[in-house]
Every structure is written in structure tokens, then in C-alpha cells.
């Protein structure tokens, strides 16, 4: 059976409740399945009992939305087999919960002061368990008739990061993310075993002895974004620090900003193996 080690939930960014995920990884034989929401372990424990009535391994996950100070750069966290609702995770990830949502209706304020005809109540019924993303809202501006896409040219004129000399989009606010480090120091609090996740998505590979130092134990290498190089790139760190070689299709249904299917990022069970050795030797050994 397929293992898929990445993907989200309407509870953080995904399109797809976990009742209709169940659903697709059945279909796709997927035996092995981490829900890892945004900076959340919200609902995690009634998912894994569902999982079990479905005769699926939920694996309770989570992914951290960190940062690498030093050099300006996001750096994601993966934590898998978290303790739901952890004091360390909570203290961490609630106050970047709310400074999410804060910034999502300075978003939306500045889309509305720019002639788009939405409202903030429009937008707040497509958020997620946790609040407002960026998805939400392109969902409401697709509802109005400005866009047939969640991604594309409007996506860019309004969120644009304004990278490589160009002018930054009409609605983008610098988000405050966490110290990554500070990231894997929780996870494993929690009692979850830290991978880095996408180092190729945000070129975050530098961090990568920082990391291992405050107790990394992973890294994803089969990414959508990641090609032949990353992906060799990220085999590297991994066999260089001894780190356990994970991968995921990083799912988020109609949300995602590529076509994916559940599970075809899949690491093999080999992987669930190690994560589930790690995770005991860390029980051991804490």
C-alpha cells in the first residue's frame, strides 16, 4: 500500500475535510497517511480513530511555518506522531495563527480599497478550521467573476512577493513566521520526530546543521517542487547527517498550485518504518 507523508486539510489550507481525504486514500490504496494542517494539531485525534474504522495508519502530524532569520528564507518543519495539542506546539503556533488572520483582513482591506467588489464576509465562508488564507480569499475573488483559477496572473498582481527586482502585489503583507529551529525544538517537546520539508521549495538547505543540531531527524526529498536536483541535493544532507529520507505530494486538493494526486509522492513503507523506530528510540532515550 502507498504512503503519503504531506498533505492538508480544510482545517488549515486544503480544500478537502478529512472525511473526503479518508475517501480519496482509499481509493488509492494509501494504507500509511499523515495529516500534517499549518501550525495546527487541531482534530487530529478524532482522525486517527476514523482512520482506524477505514483501516488506514493516521499518522498525527503537523508543519511548522518557520523561518531562517539569517538569511531571510522560509524554512518548513514537518513533526510527525505529535501529541495533540501539545503545550509546546500550542505556545509556538497559536500566536502565528492569529497573526495569519490578522493579515488576512489587512488583505482583504487592500483588494476592496482597489476596486474589488468582495467582502470579508464572502471571503470567511470558504476559511479553513483555523482561519483565512490566501486560497479563501482568491476563492471568493474566483465567486465574483474576477478570476476562473485559483493561481495565475490575478494571484500575482495581488500576492506577488515582489522577488528579482519587481514590485510586490497589492495585497501582500510580510507574515512574522517562527525561528525554525525553535520549530524542531517543539516538535520534538511534543514528541514528534522533525523532517525538513521542501528544502528546494525555498532553497533552505543551509539551515540544514542548525537544524540538525537542535535535533532534526529528517528531510523530504520527493517533492512537487523538487526536481532531479533537489532531489539529489536533499540525499546528500540526508546521508551527510544521517537523516531519515521522507517524501510527500504535499496535497491540498483544489487549493494546490499544481495538479496532484494523493500518495504520488509516496517514500515506500520503509519510511513509516523509520519514523516509527525514531519515534520510539526518542521515547527511549527522553
Not at 123 to 148: C, N, P, W
Request: aromatic share 8%; hydrophobic share 35%; proline share 3%.
Amino acid at each position: 500500500m502507498k504512503v503519503e507523508l504531506h498533505c492538508h486539510t480544510n482545517i488549515s489550507d486544503g480544500s478537502c475535510s478529512f472525511g473526503e481525504l479518508l475517501e480519496v486514500a482509499k481509493r488509492e490504496s494509501i494504507g500509511h497517511l499523515a495529516i500534517t494542517n499549518h501550525d495546527t494539531t487541531m482534530g487530529l485525534q478524532e482522525m486517527v480513530e476514523k482512520g482506524k474504522e477505514k483501516g488506514i495508519e493516521i499518522i498525527p502530524g503537523i508543519e511548522v511555518s518557520g523561518y531562517d532569520f539569517a538569511r531571510g528564507r522560509r524554512v518548513h518543519i514537518l513533526g510527525y506522531f505529535v501529541e495533540y495539542g501539545h503545550k509546546a506546539l500550542e505556545e509556538l503556533c497559536n500566536p502565528l495563527i492569529e497573526k495569519r488572520n490578522a493579515a488576512s483582513v489587512k488583505m482583504v482591506e487592500r483588494i476592496i480599497n482597489a476596486g474589488y467588489q468582495i467582502t470579508w464576509e464572502q471571503v470567511s465562508k470558504f476559511r479553513g478550521g483555523t482561519g483565512v488564507y490566501k486560497q479563501h480569499i482568491m476563492q471568493a475573488l474566483r465567486e465574483a467573476g474576477y478570476t476562473d483559477s485559483i493561481y495565475g496572473d490575478l494571484y500575482k498582481k495581488i500576492f506577488s512577493r515582489g522577488q528579482n527586482g519587481e514590485e510586490p502585489g497589492i495585497a501582500f503583507i510580510p507574515m512574522e513566521y517562527v525561528d525554525a529551529v525553535l520549530a524542531v525544538k517543539a516538535i520534538r517537546a511534543a514528541g514528534g520526530v522533525p523532517v525538513l520539508a521542501h528544502p528546494g521549495q525555498y532553497d533552505s538547505f543551509e539551515i540544514i546543521p542548525a537544524l540538525v543540531e537542535a535535533g532534526l531527524e529528517g528531510i523530504e526529498v520527493l517533492h512537487p517542487h523538487h526536481g532531479h536536483a533537489e532531489e539529489e541535493r536533499a540525499i546528500q544532507y540526508a546521508n551527510q547527517y544521517k537523516l531519515i529520507k521522507t517524501g510527500g505530494s504535499d496535497f491540498h486538493g483544489v487549493y494546490g498550485d499544481k495538479p496532484i494526486r494523493l500518495g504520488s509522492y509516496s517514500p515506500g513503507t520503509e519510511c513509516v518504518n523509520a519514523l516509527t523506530l525514531k519515534k520510539k528510540s526518542m521515547a527511549i532515550k527522553f
